[in-house]
């Protein structure tokens, strides 16, 4: 058994390096708190071994443990001579640490406590489940698990049209398809370790977010109100691909906002990484392009910019990444058969007359906000808080919050009613349906929650 907990921390440490060497070369010579690093290198680290693998795969090189271990030490090297580089002719490194975390840090309270005591509990069931439950349930099997069989077994991805939900995007089992190659073989348990290790990674990147604009008790708060959301928890310890799509989309989130208050460029980077990454998650999160360039263009505005050349500079920025991860991979299925008009739900129908339907999807949406055991009373605030404290949606982090909420709702009310997904969103065949979707921005509810609570908020540099 230690040998076997050895190989996974052994295949989640590869992919780990890949994400720190390639956030320290985002950052240049500006640093983030160490656990904000290790966290975000876990996202970047995942979805660059999900797209070498890919690439290899193209390049005809066959899936091996030593193949794709060879390619991330190539790529370990090219990072640490640009990072040498780099360190003869560039400035001492600066911190990105708010100046409020450099002063004293007070004592925990019996509050802070028992919140972290919350916090540890839900992690220790997350990691436990994942790794004593098999795979079980028929999505996680037909979506993930059965091509990441696949993957390792046939030491390559074979063609799309060949595959069940072929226009599919493939991150998740190229990633499951790895660990079994560390591990030596298919193992139904424990190739969910990602899922429990990327909720610590979020967990720890929302309360550092939430801690730049409140304090200790408010960000601890934030992050146990997110525990306790069932299915949040629940999709942390299987094979389904909704837990990596919030993972990413509320990150690209995250940056932006941070990117919003202190107009960084590795922030927009980062931003823009995560979007894409998303859209190799799932079919979803190339709709989300959309919403992300909505709140590019927003957060323009709200900060009253007035420079074209650096409006464009700033939009190619974003913009690159996702070209060639997003679009790269329709291209790929373009050539693989695997094309959205072959996929009857990606089929858009505009015409009016389906405007009818309005009203069963806005009764299905509040009956899952209101009446599910998901979500506890996290939607029910939303429009109290709304209420509470209008003059607070002025902060500009609330305000991109707010937006990205309403956006994702509206996105996918249209998706419910000009696509065949009527039945799975509000129609008889719904069961777990919108609950997922709205997963995949549940986060930036809690964090509007905790942003427009906090009443003292303030201004730093970094």
């Given at each position: 058994m230690l040998f076997e907990l050895l190989k996974l921390f052994f295949a989640l440490s590869i992919p780990w390096i890949l994400g720190f060497l390639s956030l320290k070369m985002i950052l240049k010579n500006e640093k983030y708190p160490f656990f904000l690093e290790a966290s975000l290198a876990y996202g970047l680290g995942l979805g660059a071994l999900s797209v070498l693998m890919f690439v290899l795969d193209m390049l005809q090189v066959p899936f091996s443990f030593s193949n794709i271990l060879s390619a991330c030490l190539l790529i370990y090297l090219i990072i640490l001579i640009a990072l040498k580089l780099k360190a003869r002719a560039g400035s001492p490194l600066r911190s990105l640490l708010p100046n409020k975390m450099n002063k004293k840090i007070p004592g925990i309270s019996i509050f802070q406590l028992a919140l972290i005591i919350f916090i540890l509990i839900n992690l220790y069931f997350s990691f436990w489940r994942a790794l004593n439950i098999p795979i079980a349930s028929w999505d996680a099997f037909a979506t993930v698990a059965f091509k990441a069989k696949m993957f390792y077994f046939e030491k390559q991805i074979p063609r799309l049209d060949l595959l069940p939900h072929k226009t599919y995007p493939l991150f998740t089992p190229l990633i499951e398809s790895w660990i079994c190659f560390c591990l030596g073989r298919w193992d139904n348990q424990f190739v969910k370790i990602i899922f429990p290790c990327a909720l610590l990674s979020f967990l720890l990147i929302s309360y550092y977010f939430l801690k730049t604009f409140t304090n200790r008790a408010y960000a601890l708060s934030g992050i146990a109100l997110l525990l306790s959301s069932n299915l949040f928890i629940l999709h942390s310890t299987i094979s389904y691909?909704?837990?990596?799509?919030?993972?990413?989309?509320?990150?690209?989130?995250?940056?932006?906002?941070?990117?919003?208050?202190?107009?960084?460029?590795?922030?927009?980077?980062?931003?823009?990484?995560?979007?894409?990454l998303a859209t190799f998650v799932k079919l979803e999160g190339t709709a989300f392009i959309a919403i992300y360039l909505f709140l590019i263009l927003a957060i323009y505005f709200i900060k009253k910019?007035?420079?074209?050349?650096?409006?464009?500079?700033?939009?190619?920025?974003?913009?690159?990444?996702?070209?060639?991860?997003?679009?790269?991979?329709?291209?790929?299925?373009?050539?693989?058969?695997?094309?959205?008009?072959?996929?009857?739900?990606?089929?858009?129908?505009l015409s009016l007359t389906n405007l009818h339907l309005l009203k069963n999807v806005i009764s299905s949406f509040k009956e899952d906000f209101l009446y599910t055991a998901n979500w506890h009373l996290s939607w029910f605030l939303l429009p109290v808080a709304f209420v509470l404290y209008p003059k607070r949606l002025k902060r500009k982090e609330i305000c991109i919050c707010l937006m990205g909420i309403l956006s994702f709702i509206l996105l996918y009310m249209f998706v419910a009613i000009f696509t065949e997904n009527f039945i799975w969103i509000a129609g008889t065949s719904k069961l777990t349906g919108l609950s997922r979707l709205l997963l995949h921005f549940y986060p930036l509810n809690i964090y509007f929650l905790i942003l427009i609570t906090y009443p003292n908020p303030f201004e730093y540099h970094r």
């Amino acid at each position: 058994m230690l040998f076997e907990l050895l190989k996974l921390f052994f295949a989640l440490s590869i992919p780990w390096i890949l994400g720190f060497l390639s956030l320290k070369m985002i950052l240049k010579n500006e640093k983030y708190p160490f656990f904000l690093e290790a966290s975000l290198a876990y996202g970047l680290g995942l979805g660059a071994l999900s797209v070498l693998m890919f690439v290899l795969d193209m390049l005809q090189v066959p899936f091996s443990f030593s193949n794709i271990l060879s390619a991330c030490l190539l790529i370990y090297l090219i990072i640490l001579i640009a990072l040498k580089l780099k360190a003869r002719a560039g400035s001492p490194l600066r911190s990105l640490l708010p100046n409020k975390m450099n002063k004293k840090i007070p004592g925990i309270s019996i509050f802070q406590l028992a919140l972290i005591i919350f916090i540890l509990i839900n992690l220790y069931f997350s990691f436990w489940r994942a790794l004593n439950i098999p795979i079980a349930s028929w999505d996680a099997f037909a979506t993930v698990a059965f091509k990441a069989k696949m993957f390792y077994f046939e030491k390559q991805i074979p063609r799309l049209d060949l595959l069940p939900h072929k226009t599919y995007p493939l991150f998740t089992p190229l990633i499951e398809s790895w660990i079994c190659f560390c591990l030596g073989r298919w193992d139904n348990q424990f190739v969910k370790i990602i899922f429990p290790c990327a909720l610590l990674s979020f967990l720890l990147i929302s309360y550092y977010f939430l801690k730049t604009f409140t304090n200790r008790a408010y960000a601890l708060s934030g992050i146990a109100l997110l525990l306790s959301s069932n299915l949040f928890i629940l999709h942390s310890t299987i094979s389904y691909r909704d837990f990596f799509l919030l993972y990413y989309n509320c990150l690209a989130i995250i940056f932006l906002i941070l990117w919003a208050h202190f107009d960084k460029n590795h922030d927009l980077i980062l931003a823009s990484l995560f979007a894409s990454l998303a859209t190799f998650v799932k079919l979803e999160g190339t709709a989300f392009i959309a919403i992300y360039l909505f709140l590019i263009l927003a957060i323009y505005f709200i900060k009253k910019t007035n420079q074209p050349k650096k409006i464009l500079k700033q939009l190619v920025i974003f913009i690159i990444p996702v070209l060639i991860i997003g679009l790269g991979f329709h291209i790929y299925k373009h050539y693989n058969g695997a094309t959205l008009q072959t996929d009857s739900k990606a089929q858009l129908n505009l015409s009016l007359t389906n405007l009818h339907l309005l009203k069963n999807v806005i009764s299905s949406f509040k009956e899952d906000f209101l009446y599910t055991a998901n979500w506890h009373l996290s939607w029910f605030l939303l429009p109290v808080a709304f209420v509470l404290y209008p003059k607070r949606l002025k902060r500009k982090e609330i305000c991109i919050c707010l937006m990205g909420i309403l956006s994702f709702i509206l996105l996918y009310m249209f998706v419910a009613i000009f696509t065949e997904n009527f039945i799975w969103i509000a129609g008889t065949s719904k069961l777990t349906g919108l609950s997922r979707l709205l997963l995949h921005f549940y986060p930036l509810n809690i964090y509007f929650l905790i942003l427009i609570t906090y009443p003292n908020p303030f201004e730093y540099h970094r």
